[in-house]
Structures are given as C-alpha cells and as structure tokens.
C-alpha cells in the first residue's frame, strides 16, 4: 500500500526556502501572503498491504532516515491505491 | 486561511531523489519498498479567507512560481486553522 509522508520543519525553526518563497511570491505581485513553509513529501510505495503494519514500518523509515526529529517532524496518511 | 500544496513530478519523469531515498531505505534493512517518490510540500498562509478564493490564489501561484507545470503537477488542500 501507499503512504504518503509530510517532512516539516518544527515551529520555531528557521525556514529560510518557506522565506524565500513568500518574498519571490510578492515581487510577483501576489499580495496576503503572511507566511510560508517549505517541507517535503514522499511518496512510499510499500509491499506490506495490512494499514498498522505499513504505518509502523513508514514510522520506522522516518525516524531512521527520512525526517531528521530533532528540528523536522513527519506526519504519515495512508493514500488509496 | 491556510492552504497546503503538494507538488508531484508527474509521472514517467525520472526521479533520481526518490530512487536515492529508495536505495538508501535498502541499505538500512528496510525491505518491501517498491517505489519511493519524492515532492514538495508548501504551506501557504493567505489573509484571504474567503475558500474559493484562497484556492483561486493558490492555483495562480503554482501557475506562476510554484510548480514547474512542464514536469510537476500540483494538488492543492485547504488546512483547517
């Protein structure tokens, strides 16, 4: 099954892409945009088929290797198909 | 509002990121993984707070800045808060 796993950074913590993305957005004319935050998605396509055992094994790539929790935290969704 | 955005690398075009990670995620033990892709994540606060329009907003600013529209498609999420 599909998991879908959001990376971002922990409030509080510095964003300077999220900060380079909000300041490009208004010399493009856009105005209201108060704040923005970059992370990252990975899409996980993984063998397990069973929902808990997929969400644990995803949580395992996390804290192994893909969000690095000291300054990022990860949310994991299960997706359809 | 908040309005999240999820830019993908459409598919058929390569992914070297996510087949690193994929790669990466072997080397550490972790098996069953059949495909990992990777994308953006990007978190817009609007002082637009009217949903359609937010939207709307959002959708011109992928257009314009955020994706790379050639190669990457985009899936825009109202956040609640």
Do not use: W
Request: with cysteine; hydrophobic share 40%.
């Amino acid at each position: 099954m599909k998991m879908r796993v959001i990376v971002t950074l922990k409030p509080g913590v510095l964003d300077p892409q999220g900060e380079a993305v909000r300041h490009a957005l208004g010399s493009l004319g856009f105005e209201g945009v108060n704040k923005v935050r970059q992370g990252k998605m990975i899409e996980l396509d993984l063998a397990e088929t069973d929902p808990v055992r997929a969400e644990e094994q995803a949580r395992a790539m996390c804290e192994k290797l893909l969000a690095n929790t000291v300054i990022e935290s990860y949310a994991l969704e299960p997706l359809e198909g």
